[in-house]
Structures are given as structure tokens and as C-alpha cells.
């Protein structure tokens, strides 16, 4: 069994109440099965598809504020949790805390390079984030505010009852959300410059190499680094239209997506999987790089097909 290095913070309160929940709900039936998946609204699958509508279909700007929203935090999160190293529920000793969802359900539950540490929630500020920046961006929409409280809520209840976070790694995760809504756009609209804003962002996320241990760092930070190339490639070379048919939305999302989880298990297949595993700087550096060119190719370069597409829509269109 791996052993796990990190730190054993709690308080009472939140083992007990942990335990209440998981011993009054269980692990079985369709109301465990409902509250466990609420998780599913802060985790990358989701995130892809709203960024990925948006972007790639409705309206590229309101995808591209949002999705640096959700990237910053993204790589934030890990930030303070490798700083904190607060290691989750299940390790704390004299508890009956189960975690009832993997976060990376390849890996070693004691794993914590792949299950990541606790402090923040990572679902629960990523829930706040995109959102928070889906209501903030429409703020006459009211719908989109009941969903921004809303969602996050429940998020962060089912981080907790699966026994993947303390009570006390939501509140701070949803915290974290709200001060990158703010904070972001805000430097955004102070920082006129766009290589100079983007070097600010990256200034705030490179200290990671210098102490982080845990996956989740080194993905976001080859996501950010991948959106920082391909956003002015797009623009200059690229350059694609949105559209406002709702089925042209979602067959871009699907493509997208597909070329987003399909890229990144075939960059996988040169290196063997004890280097991806091993944890060191070199692992580290192939999880970075591998998910920079995803995204690259996912914001950059496949939009180029939709000007074709598009062109073959509309012959569609003008034979009916």
C-alpha cells in the first residue's frame, strides 16, 4: 500500500458529521446513487461541455471569459492544496469515513498524486467559478443565478457525504470560486495589454513546479498554458464564427469533446505507464506539455473545420 504524506487536520464536528451521513444515507440505492453524482457538476466532463457550447458554438468571447475563469481557479486550487497538504476524510484514524467516490478512479485510494490533497474542494470551487462567471457575464438572466447558488450548494454537499472533503475544504472552495470571478475578469479589464495579462496569470501559476506533488497542478497548468497559445493563434489564423443553431452547438461541442478525451489518451501511448505514474519531474512535464496540446488543438485548431462545415450546411440548406 502507498503511504500517504500529508497532514491530518480536522475537526470533530465534520467527522461526525460525515459519519451521520453516510451511516443514515448509505452506499447502496437510488438516493445514494442521486447525491454522490451531484459531484458530476463540478468535474471536467461537464466543465468541457458548458465551455465547450459556448465556445466552439454560441458565442466564442462569453466561452473565453468563462473558460479563464474556470482555469485559474483550476490551477489556484492546487496551489494552496500543496501548501496545506491536508490529506482527505478517509485517512483521519478512529472515524468510520468511507470515500465513496474515487476522485481518479484508476489509482490507489491511498495515492494522493492522483487523488489529490483535500484543502480546497477542487469540485466546489469550480462549481462557484463557471457558474458564478455564467451569471455574472448575463446578469439580467435570472435563471442563471438561482443556478449559481444552487449548484454549487449541492456540489459541495455531495463532496462532503461521498467523504472526499471536510465540510471546512468546501467553504473554502467556494470561496475560492468567488474571489476568481472577481478577480480575474477584474484584471482582465486593468491590464490592457493581452501577453502582459496573460504573463500575469502565468507568474501566479509557476511557482507550482517548485513544490507541487499532486497531478492536479500539472493538468491545469498545461490547459492554461495550451489556452494562452491558441487563443491569439485562433484569432489571427482561425478566426470561426459562432452560430445560433442550437444543433450546429452541439455537434461542435460532441466533436470537440471527442478530439479533447480521444487526444489525450493518444499522447499517452508513446511513454510507458510506470514514467506517467512515477510522479517525478519528468511525469510532471509529460502531463503538462500532453495537456497543452490539447487544449491547443481543441481551441485552435479544430475550429478550422467549421468554415467547411458550415459551407456544406448551407449547400444542405439551399437543396431543401
Keep these: 500500500m502507498t503511504e500517504a504524506i500529508g497532514n491530518i487536520l480536522y475537526f470533530d464536528w465534520e467527522m461526525q458529521l460525515m459519519e451521520w451521513l453516510q451511516a443514515h444515507i448509505g452506499s447502496e440505492g437510488v438516493v445514494f446513487w442521486l447525491l454522490s453524482n451531484l459531484s458530476a457538476f463540478g468535474e471536467q466532463l461537464l466543465l468541457v461541455v458548458i465551455m465547450g457550447f459556448l465556445y466552439w458554438g454560441l458565442n466564442k468571447e462569453f466561452g473565453k471569459y468563462v473558460g479563464v475563469n474556470v482555469l485559474m481557479v483550476n490551477v489556484w486550487n492546487p496551489l494552496i492544496k500543496n501548501i496545506v497538504l491536508r490529506l482527505r476524510p478517509y485517512f483521519v484514524p478512529g472515524y468510520n469515513v468511507k470515500l465513496l467516490r474515487l476522485i481518479d478512479e484508476g489509482a490507489d485510494p491511498m495515492d494522493v498524486a492522483a487523488q489529490g490533497f483535500s484543502f480546497p474542494s477542487g469540485h466546489s470551487s469550480s ?14 438572466r435570472k435563471l442563471l443565478w438561482v443556478i449559481a447558488f444552487v449548484l454549487p450548494l449541492l456540489v459541495g454537499f455531495s463532496r462532503v457525504f461521498v467523504g472526499a472533503h471536510f465540510p471546512t475544504d468546501v467553504l473554502c472552495g467556494w470561496i475560492l470560486g468567488a474571489v476568481t470571478v472577481i478577480l480575474v475578469p477584474w484584471l482582465r479589464k486593468t491590464i490592457k ?26 493538468t491545469s497548468f498545461g490547459m492554461l498554458l495550451g489556452f494562452i497559445i491558441a487563443e491569439p493563434f485562433e484569432e489571427k489564423f482561425v478566426n470561426f464564427k459562432n452560430t445560433s443553431n442550437i444543433f450546429r452547438c452541439i455537434l461542435r461541442t460532441l466533436g470537440g469533446g471527442l478530439i479533447y478525451f480521444g487526444l489525450n489518451e493518444i499522447l499517452k501511448m508513446p511513454f510507458p505507464k510506470e514514467l506517467l505514474d512515477a510522479g517525478n519531474f519528468a511525469a510532471h512535464l509529460i502531463r503538462s506539455l500532453r495537456y497543452a496540446a490539447v487544449i491547443f488543438v481543441v481551441i485552435g485548431i479544430y475550429p478550422m473545420i467549421f468554415k467547411w462545415t458550415d459551407r456544406l450546411w448551407s449547400k444542405k440548406g439551399e437543396k431543401k
Excluded at 455564467?134 to 439580467?140: D, F, R
Excluded at 495589454?193 to 492536479?216: E, K
Design 193 to 218: 495589454n493581452r501577453w502582459v495579462f496573460y504573463a500575469v496569470l502565468l507568474l501566479t501559476a509557476l511557482p507550482g513546479f517548485f513544490y507541487c506533488t499532486s497531478n492536479d497542478y500539472y
Design 127 to 140: 462549481a462557484v467559478t463557471v457558474y458564478s462567471s455564467l451569471a455574472v457575464h448575463e446578469k439580467k
